[in-house]
C-alpha cells in the first residue's frame, strides 16, 4: 500500500489516489502523509473527499495542520471546520500560534465562536478540556419513537449517538439511555421508564487523568460532564480518555527517565529541544554525585588500610539503586492506577521490608558463593581466609542497603504524592541517587565498625 501510494504520488496519477485514498482509514493516510513534500501534501488533501479529509487532518500532528491551514482559502478552511467534532476544534486551535488560531475562529460563526472560547478557558488539566458538547440530549416524558426521531435529526453532528443523555428543562442531568434499551423497549414506552439514573459523571473541574481513570474502572465509551449545579455541559468519549491515558503515561517515563515531558514525537522534536529537555535533569544529578564524592573522600585514608572494598563499591551502589528503582516503579504505577493511596503507607513499607529481607539474604548468599567460586578459587583475586572480614562487610552491607533501598523506593513517591508533586519524579534516577549515598554511608560505617578502622 505505502509503494503504491508513493508511485501515485510521483507519477501525478491523483484520480487513481483519490480512489486509493478513499478505501484507507484516516488514521493509515495520515501515517503515509508523514513522509510526503509540502507541495503534495496540500495537494493530496485536496483531492480527498470533505468529510474524510477533516477526519484525516484531526490525525496528523499539529505542524501539517498548522501548514494546510496556511495554505487553505477561507472557503476550504470553512469546509474543514465544519465537519470537525468541537473538542477537535478546541484541540487545533489550542496548539496553534496565535495568528493561525485567530484565522481559525474568524471562519467560525458567532455561537461556535462563543462555545470554543469557553472550552478554551477551562484549566488544561480538567474534564472540562477534553470534553466535546456535541452529544444527544433528550427529555424524559419523550417517547422511545420521539427519541428516535431526535437521533436521526441531529445524530450527524453528534460525537455519539449510542448512550444519550436524558435532562430537565434547567439541562439538569437525570439519567442515560442507549440506543439498545430504545431498540428493545416499545415505540410508545416513555424514557422516564427505561433511563438508568445511576450515573457515572464528572465535573467540568476535575482532573483529566482521574477522569480518564473512570472509563478504564467502569468500561465507558462515554462519560457526561456537569457544571456545579449538575447541569449537563458536555461529555468525555473515549478516544479523548485514551488520549489523556497515552499523554500521561508518556510524561511519567520521561520523568522516570530524568527528561522533562515533550509532547512532540521523536524525530518531530529538534536536536536544541531534546538537549534543554535533558541537560536541567542531568546537571542536577550530576551536582548531587558531588554528595557521594564527598563521602568517598571522608573514608579515603581508612580504605587505603583495606584497599578491596574499593572494589566493592560499583556493584553495592548499582545494586541498592536498582532494588530501589524496583520498588518506586512499582509503587508509582499502583498511585497511577488508584490502588495506593498515602493511608496505605504502612502497608507498603511492611511489604516492601519482607520482599526486601527475602532479597537481601539471597543476594548476600550468592554474593558470597561468587566471591569463593569465582573470585577465590578461579581469579585467585580474593583470599577468603585472609579477607573474612572484609567480605563479612560486604554481605552486611548488601543486607542493609537493599532493605534501605526498597524503604526509600516505596515510601517517597506516596509521600510526594501526598505532598502534591508528581510519584514519577521520584523514580530513577532520582532515587538512586539518593541511595547511592545511603549505601556509601552503611557501606563504610560498617567497614569502622567491624574492621576497626
Not at 567460586?373 to 562487610?393: C, N, R, T
Request: glycine residues 4%; hydrophobic residues 50%; proline residues 3%.
Amino acid at each position: 500500500m505505502e509503494k503504491e501510494f508513493f508511485e501515485l504520488i510521483n507519477g501525478k496519477k491523483y484520480t487513481k489516489l483519490k480512489r486509493l485514498l478513499s478505501e484507507m482509514n484516516p488514521a493509515d493516510i495520515a501515517v503515509l502523509l508523514e513522509g510526503v513534500e509540502s507541495k503534495e501534501l496540500i495537494v493530496i488533501f485536496r483531492i480527498l473527499p470533505k468529510e474524510l479529509a477533516a477526519e484525516v487532518f484531526v490525525e496528523i500532528e499539529s505542524d501539517m495542520q498548522q501548514l494546510l491551514i496556511e495554505a487553505f482559502s477561507d472557503a476550504e478552511l470553512r469546509e474543514v471546520l465544519d465537519e470537525l467534532f468541537m473538542d477537535d476544534t478546541v484541540d487545533i486551535i489550542d496548539e496553534m500560534p496565535a495568528n493561525v488560531a485567530k484565522r481559525i475562529l474568524k471562519q467560525t460563526d458567532a455561537a461556535t465562536r462563543q462555545m470554543i472560547n469557553k472550552l478554551l478557558a477551562y484549566p488544561d488539566d480538567s474534564a472540562g478540556s477534553i470534553m466535546t458538547t456535541e452529544y444527544i440530549d433528550l427529555k424524559k416524558d419523550m417517547t422511545v419513537d420521539n427519541a428516535i426521531d431526535r437521533i436521526r435529526a441531529i445524530g450527524m453532528d453528534s460525537e455519539t449517538i449510542y448512550t444519550c443523555y436524558v435532562i430537565d428543562k434547567s439541562r439538569r442531568l437525570l439519567g442515560i439511555v442507549t440506543v439498545r434499551d430504545l431498540l428493545l423497549n416499545q415505540k410508545d414506552e416513555i424514557i422516564a421508564n427505561i433511563m438508568e439514573e445511576n450515573i457515572i459523571f464528572a465535573n467540568t473541574l476535575d482532573d483529566k487523568e482521574e477522569v480518564a481513570g473512570l472509563f478504564e474502572r467502569y468500561d465507558l465509551m462515554a462519560l457526561p460532564v456537569v457544571d456545579t449545579e449538575n447541569r449537563l455541559v458536555g461529555i468525555v468519549t473515549v478516544d479523548d480518555a485514551i488520549d489523556v491515558i497515552q499523554e500521561a503515561a508518556t510524561e511519567d517515563i520521561d520523568k522516570m527517565a530524568a527528561i522533562l515531558p515533550s509532547d512532540k514525537a521523536y524525530f518531530k522534536t529538534g536536536i536544541f529541544s531534546t538537549f534543554k529537555a535533558r541537560i536541567p535533569w542531568l546537571l542536577l544529578l550530576m551536582l548531587s554525585a558531588t554528595v557521594t564524592g564527598a563521602i568517598i573522600s571522608s573514608f579515603e585514608e581508612k580504605l587505603t588500610v583495606f584497599p578491596a572494598l574499593i572494589a566493592f563499591i560499583p556493584m553495592l551502589m548499582g545494586t541498592a539503586g536498582n532494588c530501589g528503582s524496583q520498588s518506586s516503579v512499582t509503587v508509582i504505577r499502583g498511585i497511577s492506577l488508584g490502588d495506593i493511596e498515602f493511608k496505605d503507607i504502612f502497608r507498603v513499607l511492611w511489604k516492601e521490608f519482607r520482599v526486601a529481607f527475602i532479597c537481601s539474604v539471597t543476594l548476600a548468599a550468592v554474593n558470597f558463593i561468587k566471591l569463593l567460586l569465582v573470585d577465590h578459587l578461579l581469579l585467585k583475586s580474593f583470599d577468603i581466609g585472609h579477607q573474612i572480614a572484609e567480605i563479612s562487610v560486604v554481605c552486611l552491607t548488601l543486607l542493609f542497603t537493599v532493605i534501605v533501598a526498597k524503604f526509600v523506593g516505596s515510601a517517597l513517591p506516596v509521600l510526594a504524592k501526598r505532598l502534591g508533586f508528581d510519584p514519577a519524579v521520584m523514580a530513577s534516577p532520582f532515587i538512586t541517587t539518593i541511595v547511592d549515598a545511603i549505601t556509601l554511608v552503611i557501606y563504610f560505617a560498617t567497614a569502622v565498625m567491624l574492621l576497626k578502622i
